[in-house]
């Protein structure tokens, strides 16, 4: 689904009835101007002769604007010789009074004309710019059309500016292979409606929707947060207890613990105690400030690049990748307990020392004392944002507080074109939680109360307040298989040297994976450094005695005949497949 981004249906039907109007504009101004001029032309005299035409020229560019005015009075002047013989003074005056009022009549009624012909010539100009201007509704067809300009990511998360992620990017190096934007945006929906929250020193001071008392009382508990191990005396007897109750306890009003609850903390009403809420807040306000104003940053084409940037990186170092191979099974040596080697789908054979799998890969049998947690989640495509401002490339992130007590709050992540995760016009919108029902059944009462979900209508007011909802044009629910957290003796029969690696967790952050594939290594390589600084190119020797490189462990079954050792067996009935493999 991934694509460059180009310029979309969209932004060039808007170019192109620009282009229109400004094309027509000078079309209409040129027939204008030449019925002026034929109007009020001088009648062409058939003496002229070609000498005289650039002096003519001259004369008539010097006389312009009263001969045009004078479109009437070329006629009364074509009268004039018959009344020149007329011998009457008194004749004579009158005839000259006449003309000059004529003339002063024609000016005024040429002028009356031209003003006419602006003023309707304005108000094409402005209805071609109105039209040029008005955001075109998206349609489900267009979506279709331009999907490839969308990367819609199975696993919705951030990354904190200070996180485990982050640090590890840099040190590595991997930074260098992707880019990130910074989210612009912290909301808060409360009685009903979507609102910012001020993070930082600057947006609690610039904030209206706060009185004065409120701003003290917000900048002095989270000055006291972040250093909360200095005192501990201010939370003493509440560290068993929920931290909403200790909320309670700090003189801050309800509308400032809602922000700090679920805005800045992000942590559950119902299950997190105090300690954890402080932790939390204190981390929030560790990451403010380092690559924005807000904490978060979010990778350009979506979550699926940072895997991408490390692939890309161990291929610079001599990684081998295997695309399109699926692991049909894994070869186990009965006497060693350990994994040789695995069977992909075509029947190739992979040999290596250590194995590294998400619990997918296993058989059913190996995972079946496993209990999984589930993961509620929904992508939506829509056509505008859950909080219009004057600009439209905002990056959002809100949390609805549960609706119900023992449910969980519901995490949405918004998403501009500028991620170049969805066409332009449109926004991409991450619902997360964890489940409880199925992921519609989770999801679908919160989607409803922020977007309109028949795409067909223009819009639906929000509490009879005129406020347009986004339409939905494009939705889909899912569960996920939560495998995190699972220790490693759940799993039965597992060879020493095959290494389990959890799916996606429901956390914003990714700091668990980072840990888990630490932890992971050190495993197998106790003595080697993790993800370790790339060093420059211009350090790196080439060795030159024509060495041959070392055998990667790969052979084909089809080219080789060799028959498979009789200790070797197979997980999942891996031995099966690859002796009916030989026979062949």
């Known amino acids: 689904m991934s694509a460059m981004p180009g310029p979309t249906l969209s932004s060039t039907h808007k170019v192109v009835v620009s282009r229109m109007s400004l094309q027509q504009e000078p079309g209409s101004c040129q027939d204008l101007a030449e019925d002026v001029k034929e109007a009020g032309a001088l009648p062409k005299l058939p003496a002229f002769e070609a000498s005289d035409t650039s002096e003519a020229a001259q004369e008539s560019e010097k006389e312009c604007l009263p001969v045009e005015s004078q479109s009437l009075g070329t006629g009364s002047c074509e009268i004039a010789p018959e009344s020149v013989t007329c011998n009457d003074p008194e004749s004579m005056t009158e005839r000259k009074d006449a003309e000059m009022t004529s003339e002063r009549e024609n000016v005024c009624d040429a002028t009356s004309d031209q003003s006419a012909l602006e003023t309707g010539k304005t108000e094409k100009v402005s209805t071609a710019e109105a039209a040029a201007l008005e955001p075109k509704k998206i349609t489900y067809a267009q979506i279709v059309k331009e999907g490839r300009r969308f990367n819609i990511d199975l696993v919705s998360k951030l990354l904190y500016s200070r996180g485990l992620l982050i640090d590890l990017l840099t040190k590595s190096n991997v930074s260098r292979y992707a880019e990130f934007k910074n989210v612009t945006r912290i909301l808060a929906f409360q009685e009903g409606r979507v609102e910012q929250v001020p993070c930082s020193r600057a947006d609690v001071f610039n904030s209206k929707q706060l009185t004065m008392v409120e701003k003290r009382m917000l900048m002095k508990f989270l000055t006291f947060c972040l250093d909360y191990e200095q005192h501990p005396n201010e939370y003493q007897g509440y560290e068993e207890r929920k931290f909403s109750e ?298 030159g005695d024509g060495t041959q490189p070392e055998d990667p462990g790969f052979s084909s079954s089809s080219n080789t005949k060799t028959e498979p050792s009789p200790k070797e067996s197979s997980d999942g009935g891996s031995c099966k497949v690859s002796e009916e493999h030989h026979e062949e």
Not at 273 to 294: D, H, M, P, S
Not at 332 to 341: L, P, Q, W
Not at 406 to 420: D, F, K, N
Not at 433 to 462: I, W
Request: hydrophobic share 35%.
């Open 246 to 543: 200790y909320l309670k306890t700090q003189k801050l009003t309800s509308n400032l613990q809602h922000f700090i609850l679920h805005s800045i903390a992000m942590v559950s009403e119902a299950d997190s105690g105090t300690i954890e809420g402080l932790k939390a807040t204190k981390r929030f306000l560790q990451c403010l400030g380092r690559y924005g104003n807000t904490p978060f940053l979010f990778p350009l084409y979506g979550q699926g690049e940072i895997p991408q940037c490390f692939c890309r990186m161990c291929a610079v170092f001599g990684g081998i990748y295997c695309l399109r191979h699926s692991v049909k099974c894994l070869v186990v040596d009965k006497e060693s307990g350990r994994c040789k080697a695995l069977i992909d789908h075509f029947g190739q054979r992979i040999s290596a020392n250590y194995f590294v799998v998400e619990d997918s890969y296993l058989s059913e049998k190996t995972c079946t004392n496993v209990c999984y947690r589930q993961i509620s989640r929904a992508v939506l495509i829509t056509d505008q944002s859950v909080l219009k401002t004057d600009s439209d490339q905002q990056i959002s992130i809100l949390t609805v507080p549960p609706v119900e007590q023992g449910q969980p709050a519901i995490r949405v992540i918004e998403l501009c074109s500028s991620t170049m995760t969805c066409m332009r016009n449109t926004y991409l919108v991450h619902f997360t939680c964890s489940s409880s029902k199925t992921a519609k059944e989770d999801l679908e009462p919160v989607v409803q109360k922020l977007f309109s979900l028949n795409a067909e209508t223009e819009g639906e007011s929000e509490n009879g307040g005129g406020l347009e909802k986004p339409r939905v044009l494009w939705a889909v629910y899912f569960n996920m298989r939560d495998s995190s957290g699972i220790d490693r003796n759940s799993y039965d029969c597992l060879p020493s040297n095959v290494y389990v690696c959890s799916g996606p967790d429901c956390a914003l952050g990714n700091d668990y994976a980072v840990k888990q594939a630490e932890t992971l290594f050190q495993e197998m390589f106790p003595k080697e450094e993790f993800c370790p600084p790339p060093p420059n190119p211009e350090d790196i020797v080439y060795d």
